[in-house]
């Protein structure tokens, strides 16, 4: 005899909706070690039970939340890409600490699930090509050629530099932060004027 499938709620549902935004404000608030279906349905008043109706497991619900974070990080790139100094932006997408709370919470928690490291690794990828695709088509093979920096390697660049600085900073580190942002600014002033990569855009 079949097994009927267990039914999971729509994508589309406030409720599901509810959830997340709950489970995102515990995992700021608490961390991510907070994170349950009993606690997050207490935070989003609900019952357990609609919690597990929508997310049948806690990877269910934390890959979702990570999912939602990318998808902005994902949207935030793209408006850096079409504003009118991209490559600036870029880099204020990188160093913005905005998300510093979130990522590192869920970076501690990918050690620890293989499904959400999974998750997190294949949209590292997908979003470090399309940086690199964008990446070239700004500066020009003419002008990476001239750098001796193929666009993988500026990707990693500037989102290891901004890394650092923002996770330092969230310890309340500070030193060196200064002279390697303006390093990096006065690097980009280099290989890619503003104008010129307007120009080329």
């Known amino acids: 005899m079949a097994v009927a499938a267990r039914r999971i709620g ?3 549902s406030a409720t599901r909706t509810l959830i997340l ?3 995102e404000k515990l995992i700021r608030e608490e961390g991510y070690a907070a994170v349950s279906s009993r606690r997050v349905a207490a935070r989003a008043g609900l019952k357990p039970s609609l919690v597990h ?3 049948p497991t806690t990877d269910d619900l934390l890959i979702e939340v990570s999912r939602r974070g990318a998808a902005e990080s994902d949207r ?3 408006e850096a890409f079409a504003s009118d100094d991209p490559m600036r932006a870029l880099w204020g997408f990188f160093i913005d600490s905005s998300r510093t709370a979130m ?13 959400l490291r999974a998750h ?4 590292s990828e997908a979003m470090r090509r399309r940086q690199v695709e964008i990446l070239g ?3 020009g093979d003419r002008r990476l050629a001239a750098l001796d920096c193929p666009p993988e390697a500026l990707s990693v660049i500037l989102a290891g530099i901004g890394r650092a600085i923002v996770m330092e900073a969230n310890l309340g580190v500070s030193d060196g932060h200064e002279a390697a942002r303006a390093f990096v ?3 980009l002033d280099q290989i890619a004027p503003a104008q010129a990569v307007r120009a080329d855009a």
């Open 10 to 12: 729509a994508e589309t």
């Open 21 to 23: 935004e709950a489970t």
């Open 76 to 78: 935030m790139i793209e």
């Open 137 to 139: 088509h700004l500066l």
């Open 103 to 115: 990522a590192l919470e869920f970076m501690a928690m990918a050690n620890h699930r293989d499904a």
């Open 185 to 187: 600014e006065r690097w």
């Open 120 to 123: 997190m690794a294949a949209h």
């Open 53 to 55: 109706y929508y997310f």
